[in-house]
């Protein structure tokens, strides 16, 4: 809406992680060092941790915007409360390879076969697990017991976990002794500083082409670090809330006061009326009954997805869309592609299992 009234050629601050706005902070450029020592490293587990909207994503996006696809053979899992029997199934698919209607014994040799014939073809496996504080700790150790698939000394697949801080508690568990192990570099990632926080709004905006209009004040600057707290996303909400309100008032320039005025703004859009059984003001029940404040007067995490409304017109384009689609051909279609990469890699996996029993001392290494 904004863009064209200030002559940009996109939008400087939407939500969604894009590579192309990757913004190289101290702490980022240190947490994509660490990756690129895994990387470099071809084993083992790296940790990433951070706050939510701290950039992760966005780093692991950029990180696999260099990968050599003829090196490396990268897949991304956003883990949503996967636990143990689930673990190897979204593995499985996260990298192609048919999983239905297999046990796990049967699972665990597809996944064998499918890396042992990447690491033939001369590239490497890795496996990107993101929201990594949502596994179970039965799943984690799914994820371990794969990184003990080995070619005689060579490891078969590499994981990164990406989670937020809870996770790194979750790491220091007993249970998690072996992972640890494993581990070659971990990382927490931080806020912004003050800096920062306006060397990043900057360079959003330099990347639409922005021509100091609206001009930000030194003031607005620290204003917004002081409401967001150094937090990327919260960063971009707040900045692209500043830029509508500007241009809504025709104005070329951003002032303290302004960013004030917008905090004041969020801050009434997302207390929850006290008639609601919610928490008065500008605090919010956690579910356990107590009532917490915004960090620094603002925080995004408050934004409730299922308060979104859907006009009628909306929905009756998603029912006719859905309507209109055959659901048994695609599953039909989906089916014979399975069975046509399970025949693949059943030959893959007799091929396997012929050369190890010619050769009985080689091949893998399987810890348990």
């Not at 996109?10 to 101290?26: E, I, M, T």
């Not at 568990?173 to 500083?193: C, E, F, K, N, T």
């Not at 509508?244 to 104005?251: D, I, S």
């Amino acid at each position: 809406m904004y863009e064209s009234y200030y002559h940009l050629s996109g939008k400087p601050f939407q939500l969604n992680p894009d590579p192309a706005f990757f913004f190289g902070s101290r702490g980022h450029r240190r947490a994509m060092a660490y990756l690129e020592y895994g990387l470099h490293q071809s084993e083992g587990f790296i940790v990433i941790t951070g706050e939510i909207g701290a950039g992760k994503t966005t780093l692991v996006r950029s990180l696999l915007e260099r990968l050599d696809s003829e090196k490396v053979v990268a897949a991304n899992l956003v883990s949503t409360q996967i636990d143990a029997g689930d673990m190897l199934r979204m593995v499985a698919a996260a990298f192609g390879v048919p999983s239905r209607h297999l046990e796990k014994a049967d699972l665990l040799l597809a996944l064998e076969t499918f890396l042992v014939s990447t690491t033939a073809a001369g590239k490497r496996a890795l496996l990107i697990v993101d929201e990594a504080q949502n596994l179970t700790p039965a799943a984690v150790e799914e994820l371990r017991m794969l990184s003990n698939f080995q070619l005689e000394d060579h490891a078969l697949l590499q994981s990164f976990l990406i989670g937020q801080p809870e996770f790194r508690e979750i790491m220091q568990s007993p249970r998690m002794q072996q992972l640890r192990q494993r581990v070659i570099a971990s990382y927490h990632l931080g806020p912004l500083d003050a800096g920062e926080t306006r060397a990043y709004i900057e360079h959003r905006l330099h990347r639409v082409g922005w021509q100091d209009d609206p001009l930000f004040s030194a003031e607005a600057f620290r204003a917004v670090y002081v409401a967001t707290g150094g937090i990327p996303r919260q960063i971009n909400t707040l900045c692209d809330r500043l830029m509508l309100a500007a241009f809504l008032g025709e104005r070329h320039a951003v002032g303290e006061g302004d960013v004030h005025e917008i905090v004041d703004e969020m801050q009434q859009e997302m207390a929850v009326p006290s008639g609601d059984g919610g928490a008065p003001g500008g605090a919010r029940s956690n579910g356990n009954g107590h009532a917490h404040p915004a960090a620094n007067g603002f925080d995004l995490r408050l934004l409730d997805p299922a308060r979104l409304q859907v006009g009628a017109e909306l929905a009756r384009q998603v029912e006719a869309l859905a309507a209109g689609t055959d659901l048994q051909r695609i599953e039909a279609r989906l089916t014979r592609l399975e069975q046509s990469v399970s025949a693949t890699l059943g030959l893959l996996s007799q091929l396997l299992q012929a050369v190890r029993r010619d050769k009985p001392n080689e091949g893998r290494k399987h810890e348990h």
